[in-house]
């Protein structure tokens, strides 16, 4: 079983920034394929971005540029950096850890962007 905590939500203005964190525990962190989704009211749930065991990273055409996911495996650890936050970027966003056929899911950290 594993656990995932996010933190570093909260209310940021238009063009801010924002970094998430992601921390695991109950298994081997580098196995995983970490990746963060958001989902917003009324929307189904998206992928923001991904990252393989190792390291490749992939990114939703709408955060490209303005979104960067890592790793630090010492720390079982994935992080999104945020920045140029539009008020769109606004949702509830989770962490997720894939491994062949298990997934796992945290509860979530609320992101809103506005003025």
């Known amino acids: 079983q594993v656990q995932l905590v996010e933190s570093g939500g909260g209310l940021v203005q238009p063009g801010g920034s924002l970094r998430l964190s992601c921390t695991t525990s109950g298994s081997v962190f580098s196995i995983y394929t970490m990746g963060w989704y958001r989902q917003a009211p009324g929307k189904q749930r998206e992928l923001v971005s991904s990252?393989?065991?190792?390291?490749?990273?992939n990114y939703a055409d709408s955060v490209k540029a303005r979104f960067t996911i890592s790793r630090d495996n010492a720390k079982n650890t994935v992080y999104l950096q945020m920045s140029s936050l539009k008020p769109e970027d606004t949702a509830v966003y989770y962490c997720?850890?894939?491994?062949?056929?298990?997934?796992?899911w945290g509860q979530g950290t609320q992101v809103i962007v506005s003025s």
């Open positions: 990252i393989s065991s190792g390291g490749s990273t």
């Open positions: 997720n850890a894939k491994f062949s056929i298990h997934t796992y």
